[in-house]
């Protein structure tokens, strides 16, 4: 809003007038013209010494009598503007600040000053101060509130410092993941989420009627449509929205949440390996530099994140059955590991664990059997410690027509909808290997959250699709 | 694959000896070990003079009796290999090259050589040729097909250097918008796919069973959730699929499209186009210097394009129907101006046009109206030069909750589904203002293509959801 302040004022000025000048509190000196700059609080550093406007709403207040306290927060941060009794304010001034309601939009004019204890390390000495609008009652306070109390309000929700750090995270995440896939020659290729059959059984797919061509899912995943494009384009990923219908109430399910797959053409499992390790701890070293104070907001303990790099342990499903049976879990050859066979696995490893060569029976269709044990896939779970379970699942995926025809016919799938997918393996198949990543469930690993659900700004689950 | 060509060779001989070896042609002449360094073709200038390997699929062949010429593709370029009767090859081998099928996989070796009359400058003197997997006849050839046999190959078109080009614009289009919004403080927010309730209207929405909860609907936009980011992060936005069930045929529709959509808390509708010229600006700029090699396989004209830097000339709609008028359009004051009205006011201009100030019944409920002439609202329209039509729609959003709530019942749209939409007016409201910009529709544009079918990887259209 650059240079053009005045222009949004007179617009406010104009409805509030009008409408709801009883709930309007002007705690303002020298209305007049404005030339000041707008300064975001991230930025408020480079202005030490000058006069600036910040323009956001009201975060919190105290006061005494000779000195008000407004902390204000913009989106971009948190800054403490100071009024005292004197060339700006007077005392009675100072009392009508304890009117203004907390989420109230304001704008503040003063002068940057470095104040060590004040947040961010600078605040604002106050000129003006104009309330802009006066909020109802905010219904979060500083008490606890039920988790549902919150969700029902998440569009509130998420202004509170701890939902605001965490999705600045995400933000992170994201941004990193594009970048390190993007430098190493990884082409965006979006998935559609339109698709007419399903990748892994169709139990747990939404179906959506679709003009006269009868029903289309919602994508489980782009996987399919990635081999395809990995066979154009050589590295490939989507990241995008996927779907799962299932009726799962834990703490790590959402029926809508973000996937990230990338697809190599000429890799195979132990490349595909290699390039997860790779990634996972280069976003995890990015947040730990440059996320550092969302992390310190969400009292992270940075300890095990800070250990993980390349390369991360490796043992078979086999082996993780051995630990799993000392630790006297009722398991058995080819069943397959739930969360809590996960955790406890992962218990006695400081870094994320891969998982790999699989039972073919509990995995899905497309994974390349083991030459030598063909009953074994080349797959691999990247679980992630500290209880977060599966972060990454991935695997070298069938190069062979006839095999990939048996398989399909094996899962009762209908071959006239994976024609295309079939034809990948009729001109020039090559071995080719990904992987999917679960945005939500990394970022509540790193931000160290209990639930997945605070790692996405609207969360969609079995009982909730509001607001 | 790096280091492990070996491994994957071995499992494809494997496989290959098992069952096809009917199709195989072995063009090689010293198996053995492979230690040369793997190289993606865009890389192979920084190889000059040593010898590599090259994996991929063959994308052209011609030969003489003396010497054959081999184009292999691998994603990221295009690459000429060399064989020569002499030390490494005879005349037989020479010769057996031409039952090699086009698009069959293969690994080729030798030394990398400048040449300039080879595509990208440098070719592969060919030492050893290994065919991974003959292709079966491929069904896309030199001739013109038609777009329904194309689209219904979409997965093999993908190959094709056209599409290639289209889709590595399209992923540097995505990649820049991350950018530009993230250098500006802008946090990335997801809004959700599945929604309660529609944003502008229900007519063309697709509609999903949602456990016990009713309905769910695929979201049309994320505006609505990106306000109250906004009021969380000052600035936000997405970038993600939409829905739109609309039973639209032209070349400007898709069922299915990405769309990005910022969100500026205290900016107004100036503020808007502002972001909205410079985004637009750096990207095609971003493009030019780029993607050039990509537009130029695209015989892009970009003459056009360079000129593209702010300001974009503005008119109000008023003034587009003087232009229509003029032109004898059969139009009056309130009708919406469609694709045709767009394009003949756009073609008075040589850069996006900006058109605002329309009619508020012909806009959604949300916008903000002008204070002198509430019969206007403070949008704007984005036109595309060279008839591509509209690529932004934005506006002011309306601040004053008395004046939204009046908007929602006029519309007569549930009140319920959109209180928390109402909680943005009654919690410290602010002047805000945002956009949406249609991926595929900008593509398309900058790459200079005719349908926007070919601007998204896999379309979805109401006669089209395969593959």
């Keep these: 809003m650059r240079g053009s302040s005045s222009h949004v004022l007179s617009l406010l000025e104009e409805a509030e007038n009008k409408e709801r000048k009883h709930i309007m509190v002007h705690v303002m000196d020298s209305p007049g013209e404005n030339h000041l700059p707008r300064v975001y609080i991230q930025d408020a550093s480079g202005h030490e ?9 009201l975060a919190n207040k105290r006061s005494s009598g000779k000195v ?3 902390l204000i927060r913009d989106g971009t941060g948190l800054m403490q503007a100071t009024a005292f009794d004197g060339d700006y304010f007077n005392r009675d001034k100072l009392k009508s600040f304890k009117a203004v309601p907390l989420e109230s939009s304001v704008i503040a004019r003063g002068k940057v000053k470095r104040e060590e204890r004040a947040p961010g390390g600078y605040e604002l000495e106050l000129r003006d101060f104009r309330l802009l609008h006066a909020a109802e009652e905010y219904p979060i306070q500083k008490k606890e509130h ?3 109390f919150l969700m029902e309000r998440r569009h509130l929700w998420l202004r509170s410092s701890s939902q605001h750090a965490v999705l600045r995270v995400r933000n992170r995440v994201m941004m990193t993941i594009h970048a390190f896939l993007q430098e190493r020659g990884f082409t965006l290729i979006d998935s559609p989420i339109l698709t007419p059959a399903a990748c892994e059984g169709t139990a747990s797919l939404f179906e959506v009627p679709y003009f006269d061509l ?3 899912y919602l994508s489980q995943s782009g996987q399919l449509y990635m081999e395809a494009a990995a066979m154009a384009f050589g590295k490939v990923y989507c990241l995008a929205p996927t779907f799962r219908a299932e009726k799962s109430k834990t703490r790590r399910h959402l029926t809508e949440f973000w996937m990230l797959e990338p697809e190599v053409a000429f890799a195979d499992w132990v490349d595909n390996m290699e390039l997860q390790e790779k990634l ?9 530099e440059k996320s550092r104070e969302e992390l310190e907001t969400l009292g992270r303990d940075t300890r095990l994140l800070e250990k993980v790099s390349p390369p991360f342990p490796r043992i078979t499903y086999e ?4 630990i799993l049976k000392k630790k006297e879990f009722p398991i058995s050859w080819g069943d397959d590991l739930g969360g809590d066979e996960e955790t406890a696995v992962s218990e006695d490893f400081d870094r994320p664990l891969f998982i790999h060569h699989y039972p073919a029976s509990v995995k899905a269709f497309y994974m390349q059997p083991d030459t030598e044990k063909p009953e ?6 990247l679980i992630a410690p500290e209880g977060y379970g599966e972060i990454i699942g991935g695997s070298q995926r069938i190069h062979d027509l006839a095999l990939l025809e048996q398989r399909l016919e094996e899962h009762r799938l209908p071959r006239e909808a994976f024609e295309w997918y079939l034809d990948l393996r009729r001109y020039g198949s ?3 290997s990904g992987f999917g990543l679960g945005i939500e469930r990394f970022t509540a690993w790193v931000c160290g959250i209990q639930h997945i659900r605070e790692a996405i700004p609207f969360p969609r689950q079995i009982y909730r699709m509001y607001p």
């Design 49 to 57: 010494g000058k006069e600036v406007e910040v323009q956001g709403w």
């Design 68 to 70: 008000a306290f407004l």
């Design 146 to 148: 039920s988790v549902d």
């Design 214 to 216: 009868g029903h289309a």
């Design 280 to 288: 996972v701890s280069h976003v995890v070293q990015e947040v730990l």
């Design 319 to 322: 082996e993780a059955l051995e």
């Design 376 to 381: 074994l896939v080349l797959n691999d779970d």
């Design 430 to 432: 090559v071995p080719h």
